[in-house]
């Protein structure tokens, strides 16, 4: 094969997957919005078929002997056509490994599960969602010993959402974390609790979801090439850079819960809208990994939006929508939204006890797949880690083991990503704020356009041209150090407890 | 090949296929409903692609020797074996005439148009729309020669929606309409005019959708395997029976357009919803054609839902939900909603002129294809048609050309099908009067479904097992025939103009 005809069989198959994406994105976001609950079986069934046909094209062998025909090149290809051939021929062969009937049944069972998840948490019976769970779990397990990893079983799934990722670099950085959290947890409690009483009361969904609209435009979603929906669990879906889809989702007895949620996926989205286009024909018009997709959501979430500076902002716009904390000042909103105390749901928790919580289901995970735990296990170990990391314990599996939408979904290996997007979320602010010693200014003023820039330069623009350490780098000029994020956990507790 | 061979490539596809439609079809159905305006561009360029895809799938050499291997065969086949290759052997020598890139092309194009068409409908910018359709137009044209039908070059189109129309065919069946339509409407004016006026007012929308959502749900619509959205212009998408999306729109002005059009819509699905799954594997699992199609919405919407039967069911339902209604009898109701009158738009048309706006379309898409008119002189032409069958020229082109969606997907030679829909509607209800006589009785009771499973019985059941006029004359006993339409329409006219 000659290398401009190897090229055009690559650039071809990246172009047919990038329609399948599509339309593969567009059925999850429509199974988790829209679809009527009589058409789960057929539409996990067409999902199936889908990622059946992704690994079809990806294993397909001329596709393949032209990325190895291209990888001989070396050097003497384009930065952009080596890092495509990199790229591919890492899910080329994972997805050798895999045999196609397993690859498509667990496809299968993934598109299944949510819907099945979703019913098992409203009716609090871990029972209902054993079954498919275990399933799963035994689904992956194989494909484990499909993929042989070197080192622990489950770095191959760690490996899925950050390459390269390994436990062993996991427990390095998450060791500090599980260290210092309970003291922060601590020095919190020395301090003076802020004021819950005014978050009491009635907040219709539809101010909610007014509110969430508005605050997500303004940090730099836009709708015109984005929705905003509801869903059980929300999420952020990627159909294309103009077609971005959040979700939220609307407690009333909670004025802010959707609004955090919101900024979380606004996070995601802007990363999707902001992926660079050229890239495309490489298909490199993609995160860099699900942990850095993180880093962006939660400093939306968490660095922006419950910093004080974004308060005095958004005071009187919260005013505007919910009139009974139109009183409320500023730095009472901003210490109430920033409480450190131990809770069940991962979603609802605090900056700090969050953490934890990815602790708790890094460990879960670990021992599943070292083979040392069962699904049929998981509701008590889940609580007795529950009393260790966090001193509680559920009063039920809807706020205990159910309470997460990804295994469900075969998402397993991918909740280290919150903590690590944490971290890089605290890396990426200190190097922002050298860069932007104004950024408080601009929040409370609104003037997010800046930071949306600098994050697309330094983040965003760059799509899966780099691994994460190196983009990273690029960034911060620094390794992934969990140093910054307790820094600003540390800063956060003391501004919020008055110590 | 082997026999057992070809039937497994073939029944192969045949699932591919339906996969691609699933998820052809949901994009479709996200475009006109869900879709981010700035999400355009991106998704046409993936409906083109899939639509590339199916002609390709279809045309694959392996595939289509394994089809004609099986057509070789002839009656040592079992009956649905051969009904799938006479059928897939028709898309497949269509679709092997048209050169791959132009068929993408026209699939982008037809993806891009309806959202140019909603702009300049809502502009009334009949010019902002002419670039779009010139070159629709001009993409089917050359289809057309492709082609090469030995007929009229609009017989390729016809045939298109359903199999074996002709010219010939539809001006025999045409011609007694449109002499004997402005009949009716004549005898219509030297009758009692019936009271509208109690229809003026304001009607929430949130009432609308509530009405529509309980009375589709009557008539057999299943919104578990099913959804009610919001759309410029209403339509079904039928993308599972367990997954069929219905579309409507609500005036405020106009209590019934919404119910209307839900009616018509839900009639289309109660048919999607009903096809024999048992077929699914020979790719029977589908419509007998877009005319067969129609019969069935215009029934539900027509032969039910404006029958004086139906809204003395409906009455009391209406009152709940338009208060200023309550005290309206049912006879008042029923006249109302068949108010026959010369009026601009077709989908909001009393039952018998809505036939002379079918005859307008289809015969300026005649004179289209005969090359006698172009693109630019539709907005002329269709106000001289309007003028010629009913009396009246639209105020603007909004009202005029620019009404339907239809051309703006290059759906060319699909508008015959609603008239022909009607004569079959008719048709229908003839035979289904004969085996339940007691059927304005069980309208008035609510007594929907054994209409429903008459229906499925004689209709839906058979799928795409035989072409139109079998399909009718197992189920009426006759061949297709104005007669009963204009029988059916003179009672109405009689009964509602008290003549």
Do not use: C
Not at 16 to 27: C, E, I, P, T, V
Not at 291 to 312: D, K
Not at 449 to 465: K, L, S
């Amino acid at each position: 094969m000659r290398r401009d005809e190897a090229l055009l069989t690559v650039f071809e198959t990246v172009e047919r997957l990038r329609h399948y994406h599509a339309a593969a994105g567009l059925m999850g976001w429509d199974m988790q919005t829209m679809l009527p609950p009589g058409g789960v079986e057929a539409r996990a069934e067409t999902m199936g078929f889908f990622g059946a046909e992704s690994q079809r094209l990806l294993t397909e062998p001329t596709f393949v002997a032209a990325l190895e025909r291209l990888e001989a090149e070396g050097d003497a290809l384009a930065p952009e056509e080596r890092r495509m051939v990199t790229v591919l021929l890492r899910d080329v062969r994972r997805l050798q490994k895999i045999p196609p009937e397993r690859y498509r049944a667990f496809h299968v069972l993934a598109a299944k599960g949510e819907s099945i998840w979703r019913e098992a948490r409203a009716e609090n019976d871990f029972g209902a969602f054993l079954p498919v769970l275990r399933e799963l779990i035994q689904l992956v397990r194989e494909f484990i010993d499909y993929l042989e990893p070197a080192g622990h079983p489950y770095d191959a799934l760690l490996d899925q959402y950050e390459p390269g990722l390994t436990v062993e670099r996991v427990d390095a950085l998450f060791r500090p974390l599980r260290e210092a959290l309970p003291r922060l947890v601590a020095l919190a409690a020395s301090g003076e609790t802020p004021d819950r009483s005014f978050l009491k009361g009635r907040f219709p969904k539809e101010a909610q979801r007014a509110l969430s609209l508005r605050l997500s435009e303004a940090i730099g979603f836009d709708h015109r090439r984005g929705r905003l929906d509801e869903s059980a669990h929300p999420f952020t879906m990627g159909i294309e850079p103009t077609d971005v889809r959040i979700t939220t989702r609307y407690f009333e007895d909670d004025p802010f819960s959707s609004l955090f949620s919101t900024l979380h996926e606004a996070g995601h989205g802007i990363y999707e809208q902001n992926l660079p286009t050229s890239l495309a024909r490489y298909g490199l018009m993609a995160a860099a990994s699900m942990s850095i997709h993180e880093s962006q959501s939660r400093f939306y979430e968490n660095v922006v939006g419950r910093s004080l500076a974004f308060w005095r902002y958004a005071a009187p716009i919260v005013a505007e929508q919910f009139p009974a904390l139109a009183g409320v000042e500023p730095e009472r909103l901003f210490r109430a939204v920033n409480v450190v105390t131990p809770s069940f749901i991962r979603v609802e928790a605090d900056e700090v006890t969050y953490n934890l919580h990815i602790v708790l289901r890094y460990e879960l995970e670990k021992a599943l797949f070292a083979g040392e735990l069962e699904a049929e296990d998981l509701p008590a170990a889940w609580n007795a880690k529950m009393e260790e990391l966090l001193g509680l314990t559920p009063p039920d599996d809807a706020r205990g083991v159910l309470q997460d939408v990804h295994w469900s979904s075969g998402l397993f290996g991918y909740f280290p990503s919150y903590a690590l997007g944490n971290l890089y979320a605290a890396m990426l602010t200190e190097a922002l704020l050298r860069d932007l010693p104004d950024f408080h200014e601009r929040i409370e003023r609104g003037d997010f356009a800046p930071i949306r820039a600098w994050m697309t330069e330094h983040v965003h623009a760059h799509g899966n041209r780099y691994d994460p350490p190196e983009l990273l780098k690029r960034a911060t000029g620094r390794e992934p150090d969990p140093a910054p994020l307790l820094r600003y956990l540390e800063d956060k507790v003391r501004a919020v407890y008055r110590l």
